[in-house]
């Protein structure tokens, strides 16, 4: 099949207009030689949306979500509704770059950018899960994200010299690098590790939570750590389809004699951090 130029634009959601901040909401694209035009917009996965905005009401991004929806499907179902008859240049592509034109609106638009396609659907798709669900980044990685975080956190409180990298066990079992050990006496007292749960299907949460489960265990089975332990994890919201994997996970965890922690708790993880 022969690929087609397509215009798209990645949808920003911006509540603060004064800071200038956004998050990826979504995607817009336009193929005008087809006269199709498809959008794909985040409205089960948004957690992590709404915890960036942490002083924000969530409700605020599910409305302006629920109104560009509405507006979307408009411009869709007129697109269709004309067919060949509509113009499939000047016409369609007037209404995208109005749709997409710079203004200031909780919901924003990038600049355009052009992709060539096979499939203007499948790309649609594809771009959603690269800018929105960031498919380039694994579990480890959104991990690393989160560690920083959590580091940025312990300085404010002036804790961060408490805490260090570093492998819990022996030659004969050992963990992989921990971002944050508070060590006494030469050995490991109090451990946290930020976990992403938030993974694309309900059997990569349980393994992931599984894996870390069955590593804590092995330690205390072993002897070779008997500290508290926190994971601070990251999941999907309690409306997602996959939430219900996300909540066995944490029990699995809890099993390992651990403390259990939503990420976006910030004084529960601190109280941790500091407490003897």
């Not at 990685?141 to 010299?161: C, F, M, N, P, Y």
């Not at 570093?166 to 451990?191: C, H, I, S």
């Not at 092995?218 to 219900?244: C, I």
Request: net charge positive; with cysteine.
């Amino acid at each position: 099949m022969n690929r087609t130029a397509c215009q798209y634009a990645i949808v920003r959601f911006a509540p603060f207009v004064e800071t200038g901040e956004f998050a990826n909401a979504g995607i817009v694209l336009m193929a005008a030689d087809r006269g199709y035009f498809g959008f794909e917009l985040e409205t089960r996965r948004y957690k992590r949306i709404t915890q960036f905005f942490d002083d924000m009401d969530s409700r605020l991004y599910r409305q302006s979500i629920k109104e560009l929806r509405v507006e979307l499907g408009r411009i869709q179902a007129l697109i269709k509704r004309h067919g060949t008859a509509f113009d499939p240049g000047a016409g369609i592509n007037t209404l995208f770059e109005e749709l997409i034109r710079p203004r200031e609106s909780i919901v924003r638009f990038s600049d355009p950018r052009i992709v060539l396609a096979e499939s203007p659907e499948k790309k649609l798709k594809t771009l959603h899960q690269y800018y929105v669900h960031r498919s380039f980044a694994t579990p480890e990685h959104r991990e690393t994200v989160l560690a920083r975080g959590l580091g940025r956190w312990l300085k404010e409180v002036h804790a961060s010299a408490r805490f260090t990298s570093a492998r819990l066990g022996n030659d004969e079992y050992e963990t992989p690098e921990l971002p944050f050990v508070e060590q006494r006496d030469g050995r490991a007292f109090k451990v946290m590790k930020p976990l992403n749960l938030d993974q694309a299907t309900p059997s990569a949460i349980l393994e992931h939570a599984n894996r870390w489960q069955f590593r804590l265990a092995e330690l205390r089975r072993r002897r070779l750590f008997d500290g508290r332990f926190l994971f601070a994890v990251e999941g999907p919201s309690d409306n997602d389809k996959r939430y219900n994997a996300f909540d066995d996970a944490r029990g699995l965890l809890a099993h390992a004699n651990a403390d259990i922690v939503d990420y976006a708790d910030k004084p529960a993880i601190l109280d941790f951090a500091l407490r003897d």
